[in-house]
């Protein structure tokens, strides 16, 4: 609970992605055994109306065969330039730095260049 409650009180929506990318780079040095970065970006209809979502996760066991997803959901209002951006990226994925990587992805283009409509931090379990 710890990285959350850093995360919580590090991110906000007056911080730029870059500075929301730098925070959750910098709670992701906090050391866990069998982690795993997620970067996804879609639109979605998860609260019954489509938004972007650019998700920045820390993933890693919760010691009973299952997972908690450590979760910043950045959500932007859909439109036609971000309707179609789609991916999903895990840092085993690629043999690259991960965050460097993420920088180089149409959905960071997007959500760098866009105003953001909330952000959402979270702890989920698969």
């Known amino acids: 609970m710890e990285l959350l409650e850093y995360l919580k ?3 906000s929506t007056n911080n730029s992605l870059d500075e929301i990318i730098n925070t959750f780079e910098e709670m992701c040095k906090t050391p866990i055994e069998e982690d795993l970065l997620l970067n996804e970006y879609g639109v979605y209809d998860f609260t ?3 938004l972007f979502y650019y998700d920045l996760v820390r993933q890693y066991p919760d010691g009973e065969d299952e997972y908690f997803q ?3 959901s950045i959500m932007f209002s859909p439109d036609e330039k ?3 951006l789609q991916d999903t990226l895990w840092s085993d994925d690629s ?3 991960f965050f ?3 920088k180089k ?3 960071y283009a997007y959500a760098k260049a866009h105003e953001f409509k909330s952000i959402d ?3 989920d379990q698969t």
Do not use: H
Request: charged letters at 40%; one cysteine or more; aromatic letters at 8%.
């Open 9 to 11: 009180c590090n991110i």
């Open 48 to 50: 019954g109306e489509d």
């Open 70 to 72: 450590l979760r910043v």
């Open 82 to 84: 971000n309707r179609f």
């Open 95 to 97: 043999d690259k730095n």
């Open 100 to 102: 460097d990587y993420i």
């Open 105 to 107: 992805s149409d959905g």
């Open 121 to 123: 931090i979270r702890i």
